[in-house]
């Protein structure tokens, strides 16, 4: 009988090359070219899930494979291994709260506990970075209880009106640190920290679009990015699929079944607090990129670079820069949209789905569960032929006079 767990070795974790190494039981490593992460991945209620057991770094694979058993063993149980985490790490939360502890270490206490629900566990969203720069300084030895609005608007008004993005992630951070104390039966009110950004004052920001290519000129801009290195694949491949940078640079092979590749949700811009997996329908024109990308295959990373994971949106910037061209790459998803409105390509609702985004509120998203995949991809190879020319290749002028 076939082993179906414990099938790596602490040699072959290390000698692997990046990619997706699968241990069994659920239990796998998503490994890049100086660091891993482990990944217990089970299903329950028909809705697999990923659950993050820490870095490579941090954990070993004996120490992961006690991980994948312990929560192997709740869901046996009937819990889901996700919830019944953080249910664990509220009690530790509630058991602090009967002290009085200082800001900075509730706020550790805040991070851990919401830290599944973020990208790359915080790390790439950078969650805890606005804080540690800006509050911690200020106030992260105070305890938690003794903050008055003013030690909040005293912190961030120095950068309230130099640095308003930053500081108002910061603001909002600490308002969950707050709210979660509350919870928690602290002896504090979270409407200190609104009552601080009102002595801050407002602050009218002016709107910025991200710079993006007009519509119109996509076609000519995807001929000029031929080539084969990392970067113009990449670029290319983010024009046919319309999706998001990280969701693009970060595409794996192993990804792809078919013509249908599914992001993982740790790669998606979360919605409501879910990281959920995303299909993406491949037009014949991203299939025949995807050869390309093949013919200089090293791994299972589609973009990979040398010197990080997966190519870095600088190196994207690079050659775009170097072109001369003004637009970004999340702005080709701008120029989609504004594609498919211009010519009426598709529905409201396949469009928006086409692009991620979450359509109608949550009540109606509970009743229309449909990821809209057979129009998504009527609608994707008619972008992908325009991008590429073949839908001018595909139209017969008219002869003076003929109809």
Not at 291 to 316: H, P, Q
Request: with cysteine; net charge positive.
């Amino acid at each position: 009988m076939a082993r179906t767990k414990n099938k790596l070795t602490a040699v072959a974790v290390k000698k692997a090359p990046p990619g997706i190494l699968q241990d069994g039981g659920g239990l796998m490593l998503h490994k890049a070219e100086a660091s891993g992460r482990w990944v217990y991945r089970y299903s329950i209620a028909g809705r697999r899930r990923d659950m993050g057991l820490g870095t490579l770094a941090d954990v070993s694979l004996s120490d992961a494979r006690k991980a994948r058993d312990r929560w192997a063993s709740v869901l046996a149980s009937g819990k889901d291994p996700i919830s019944e985490r953080e249910r664990e790490r509220q009690e530790v939360a509630a058991e602090l709260g009967k002290d009085d502890p200082l800001f900075e270490d509730w706020a550790m206490v805040v991070f851990e506990a919401r830290k599944s629900q973020l990208r790359g566990e915080g790390k790439r969203g950078m969650w805890l970075s606005p804080l540690q720069n800006h509050i911690f300084p200020k106030i992260g030895k105070r305890r938690i209880s003794t903050l008055h609005q003013a030690d909040i608007a005293d912190a961030l008004r120095p950068i309230w009106r130099k640095k308003f993005d930053t500081a108002e992630k910061a603001l909002q951070r600490t308002h969950i640190i707050f709210r979660h104390a509350k919870l928690a039966g602290l002896d504090v009110d979270p409407f200190v920290v609104e009552a601080a950004k009102h002595i801050l004052g407002e602050v009218r920001q002016p709107k910025r679009h991200l710079p993006s290519t007009p519509w119109q000129k996509i076609p000519e801009l995807y001929t000029a990015l031929a080539g084969d290195s990392a970067g113009r694949l990449c670029l290319r491949w983010l024009i046919l699929t319309a999706v998001r940078g990280e969701s693009g640079r970060g595409a794996r092979f192993s990804e792809i079944d078919g013509d249908v590749w599914t992001v993982p949700g740790e790669r998606m811009k979360g919605a409501e607090g879910r990281l959920e997996d995303f299909r993406v329908p491949l037009s014949a024109a991203a299939l025949e990129l995807l050869e390309e990308i093949k013919a200089r295959k090293t791994g299972d990373l589609m973009f990979c670079s040398y010197r990080t994971n997966f190519i870095s949106e600088v190196s994207l910037l690079k050659v775009l820069n170097g072109m001369g061209e003004v637009g970004r790459p999340h702005g080709f998803r701008s120029s989609f949209r504004s594609w498919v409105q211009d010519n009426e390509a598709a529905s409201y609702e396949v469009a928006e789905t086409a692009l991620a985004h979450k359509v109608g509120n949550k009540i109606e998203r509970t009743y229309a569960r449909s990821d809209l995949l057979e129009p998504r991809r009527v609608l994707m190879n008619a972008w992908g032929q325009f991008v590429t020319g073949a839908a001018a290749q595909n139209v017969l002028p008219l002869r003076r006079g003929g109809h």
